[in-house]
């Protein structure tokens, strides 16, 4: 495998946590209002990219591979488990 082969793997591998962790702050804010704005935008999107991350790769050291529909529902229900703890004060 080439280096750009494997850096294209890397992003795909990462892709879901990207877009989860881009998209569920801002939609959270119209969603649960004031309470949301615990941190600043760019501090909630960098933890839930890092939180993101382990949960994607706990999977595939878990499963052996990537892809798998629980890891995925795993992403989500801890993305949203951490937002939940960062909009309480």
């Not at 960098?46 to 591979?65: S, W």
Request: aromatic content about 10%; glycine content about 8%.
């Amino acid at each position: 495998m080439g280096f750009l082969a494997a850096i294209n793997h890397v992003l795909n591998f990462l892709a879901p946590a990207l877009w989860l962790a881009l998209l569920l702050p801002v939609f959270a804010r119209f969603v649960m209002g004031e309470r949301a704005v615990a941190r600043t935008l760019s501090w909630q999107i960098a933890l839930h990219f890092v939180v993101g991350c382990g949960v994607l790769l706990a999977g595939l050291v878990l499963f052996g591979r990537d892809g798998k529909m629980l890891i995925y529902l795993a992403l989500v229900l801890v993305l949203a488990s951490t937002q939940c703890l960062l909009a309480r004060r």
